[in-house]
Each structure stands twice: as C-alpha cells, then as structure tokens.
C-alpha cells in the first residue's frame, strides 16, 4: 500500500471530520506527527475516521476488540482499516512497518514505550509521512486530546436506553496547538454520527459541568 496524495486536506495534512477541525492545529492531522486520544475508545477511531473516509488507509494496532460497528456509523470505512489485534513483543517492528504502508497508524501500547523506543516512532512517522495516532500516554506528543466530561442522554427516573453521548473534548499540544482548545460533541449522535453539540457549552457552564482548562493544559 502507498500513501495517496488526493487524502491531502492541505500542507501535508490528513483531513478529520468537521466537528474536530477546530482542536487541531491546521484543522487536520498533520503528516508525521503524533496525537493521543487518551484510553481506547470512539474518540481514538473518529479521529482516524475522516481521513480514512477521505481514501486513507488506517492500521489499528493492539486492540483485540475495536468494536467496528460504532466506528462504522461515525464514519470509519472498515474497507480501509487493517486490524493486528496482537502483534506480540515486537510490536514495535509491527508498528514501524505500518507507519511505511499506511496513512494512519493507531497504537494502543501494550506498555509505556521507553524514550529511546518513541524517538525511533516517531522518525518513522515522519520518514514515511504517516500520523500515528496514540491510544494511552505519550510525552512529546504534538497534540492531545481526551473527553474531560460525558453524560448520556436516553435514561428517565430509572428507565430508558441510552440514545446519545454529549461529550467535551479538550485538546492541547505543542507549537500552534500549545493553548487549550475545548469542544463539545455528539459523541456519539442518536444515529452513531458524531457532530458539534451545539449549546453544550452553556449547558455545562450553566451546572457548573467541564474542566479547568489551564489545569489540563499545565498537566499535559
């Protein structure tokens, strides 16, 4: 498999989907970088999603149970996204080949990477011109995004499904994306999309709801 120029949203950039524009520096994924999603979960594959929608090919690496079905309705092409549920103790050569073959590259260590281990990720990243997306910690990522807060929407006085997720998403980083960055989203929508909850940020300043965003920033 070869990179494909026509996934360029710009300047060496992977597009995302629109309710993530605005966290990232540049508005996508910049080519040879790394972003983290804090733990697994549909945060780390929507943000895969609108490249790989876009004609991008996408590796999930260390994840036994990816849960496609979700990732599909959010927009995930499973067409297009290789699973290595287990790539064993050389996981690092797994990753570091993929980073050759594919776009995006999304990791859920199965440990914390030494600095001598990331350091060599992370050229290959830009050797290549991949994005390696990271599900857990990360020191020296470019950007970081985690959901701060969450609530379900669906659930009366005892009773009802769970329809819908309105999730705050806080994103900071390095250089452009070093200042804290905060939105809301459907995360995900009544019809498993994810989008801008419009009004959740009123909402939860209004309940006293959301993070501190200069404590999260100083944290990472």
């Known amino acids: 498999m070869r990179h494909r120029d026509d996934v360029l949203a710009g300047d060496g950039m992977l597009p995302v989907l629109p ?10 994924l ?73 776009d995006v590259v999304l990791l859920r260590p199965p440990d914390q990477p030494s600095a001598q281990l990331r350091r060599k990720l992370e050229a290959a990243a830009r050797r290549y011109g991949s994005v390696l997306v990271v599900a857990g910690d990360w020191p020296g990522a470019h950007s970081r995004l985690l959901v701060a807060y969450a609530e ?18 806080v994103a900071t980083g390095r250089g452009a994306g070093e200042q804290a960055r905060s939105a809301w989203l459907w995360l995900p929508g009544t019809d498993g999309a994810v989008t801008a909850a419009v009004g959740g940020l009123a909402a939860s300043a209004a309940d006293g709801h959301g993070p501190d965003l200069a404590r999260l920033a100083s944290s990472g």
């Open 30 to 102: 910049q080519r040879g970088s790394v972003v983290t999603s804090g733990d697994f979960g549909l945060l780390s594959m929507v943000l895969v999603a609108g490249a790989v929608a876009n004609g991008a090919w996408c590796a999930v690496v260390g994840v036994p149970a990816v849960g496609m079905r979700a990732a599909a309705e959010a927009g995930v092409d499973p067409d297009r996204v290789l699973l290595v549920a287990e790539p064993g103790p050389r996981w690092p050569q797994v990753v570091a080949a993929l980073l050759d073959g594919f």
């Open 152 to 169: 379900w929407t669906g659930i009366g006085a005892g009773h009802g499904r769970l329809r819908a997720r309105r999730a705050q998403v």
């Open 19 to 28: 309710a993530l524009r605005d966290l990232l520096p540049g508005g996508g």
